[in-house]
C-alpha cells in the first residue's frame, strides 16, 4: 500500500521549524508534524508548507506534567489551557488532528472521576472545532485502554500508533492488533528494546529507524491487514546520539527519508 511519508519539523536542534520545512520538502517527504501549541507559529508553519507543498498533518500537544490532570488543584490547568490551544492551532492550520498523552512515567495516578470529566471536557471543545484527538500509547496500557473505551463510538477520537513506545515500553502489548482500525497517525522511530537488566529504564531514544531493533516488516503487515491507509511519519531528533549531530542537517534528514521510504516499500 502507497502512503505518505512524513517527518516532525522539531528533527534539527539547531534550525527553526519553519526553515527545516524547506529541507524536508527538498528530499522528498510529503507530511510534517509540529509540536507546539503557539497561533502565530503554527500560522508561519502552515503559510511554509503552502508555499511549499506539504501537508501539515498533525499538532503534538503539550505533555509535561500530563499526571496533574488526574489530580485535584488547579496545577492541571497550564497543561489544560496548553491542549486547548493545541487544538485551537490545529484548527486554524487546518491540521485537524492533536496528539494527546494520558499519563507519564511507570506510576502514574490511578485512573479516576475527576481526570475523566477534564478528558470529556477536551473531546467535547475538539469535537466542536472539528478537530481529532489522537490518543498515543506509553507505559499504562490500561490508562489508554480506559479512555479509547470511553470513547469508542466518539467519531473525533482515534489512536497514534507510536512503535517506539511500545517496543521500549510495552513490548507484549500488540497496539495496532487493538486499536489498527483506530489508527489515525504514526509515530516511527527505533530503540535498543526494553532494558533486560533494567527493565524500568527510559529507552525511548528515538533513533532513525534500522538502527535500532524494531521489527518493521511485521508493524508494515499489520497496517495492511487493518486497513491503515494513513501516513507513515517519524518523530526523531538529530541530538539524539553523536553521530546524528555530527552529520550535516540536510544529510540527516535525506538519510531518514531513506529509509522511511525503505519500511514504505516492505
Not at 168 to 173: D, F, H, K, L, R
Not at 224 to 235: P, R
Request: net charge negative.
Amino acid at each position: 500500500m502507497k502512503r505518505k511519508l512524513g517527518i516532525n519539523c522539531e528533527c534539527i536542534s539547531a534550525f527553526s521549524q519553519t526553515e527545516t520545512l524547506s529541507i524536508i520538502k527538498d528530499v522528498g517527504f510529503d507530511n510534517f508534524f509540529a509540536e507546539t501549541y503557539d497561533l502565530r507559529l503554527c500560522s508561519a508553519l502552515k503559510n511554509k508548507a503552502e508555499q511549499l507543498g506539504l501537508h501539515f498533518e498533525f499538532i503534538h500537544s503539550p505533555y509535561k506534567r500530563v499526571n496533574e490532570l488526574w489530580l485535584d488543584g488547579e496545577e492541571y490547568r497550564p497543561l489544560f489551557e496548553g491542549i486547548l490551544q493545541s487544538i485551537d492551532c490545529a484548527n486554524e492550520s487546518d491540521a485537524r488532528i492533536v496528539i494527546v498523552h494520558v499519563s507519564s512515567g511507570w506510576n502514574p495516578p490511578c485512573v479516576n472521576d475527576l481526570g475523566l470529566s477534564r478528558y470529556d471536557k477536551i473531546v467535547e471543545y475538539a469535537e466542536k472545532k472539528n478537530v481529532v484527538i489522537a490518543f498515543e500509547n506509553l507505559r499504562k496500557f490500561g490508562n489508554l485502554a480506559c479512555l479509547m473505551d470511553r470513547y469508542e463510538n466518539v467519531k473525533n477520537v482515534g489512536f497514534c500508533y507510536d512503535c517506539g513506545h511500545e517496543l521500549c515500553y510495552t513490548e507484549t502489548v500488540p497496539f495496532l492488533d487493538i486499536y489498527g482500525t483506530r489508527t489515525v497517525c504514526t509515530h516511527l522511530h527505533d530503540n535498543c528494546g526494553r532494558s533486560k537488566i533494567d527493565p524500568w529504564q527510559n529507552n525511548d531514544q528515538h533513533l532513525l529507524p534500522f538502527d535500532g531493533v524494531a521489527d518493521y516488516k511485521t508493524m508494515i503487515e499489520k497496517m495492511n491487514k487493518y486497513g491503515y491507509s494513513g501516513a507513515l511519519t517519524l518523530e526523531i531528533f538529530n541530538k539524539s546520539r553523536p553521530d546524528y549531530a555530527e552529520m550535516s542537517p540536510e544529510n540527516f534528514i535525506r538519510t531518514a527519508f531513506e529509509r522511511l521510504k525503505k519500511i514504505s516499500l516492505l
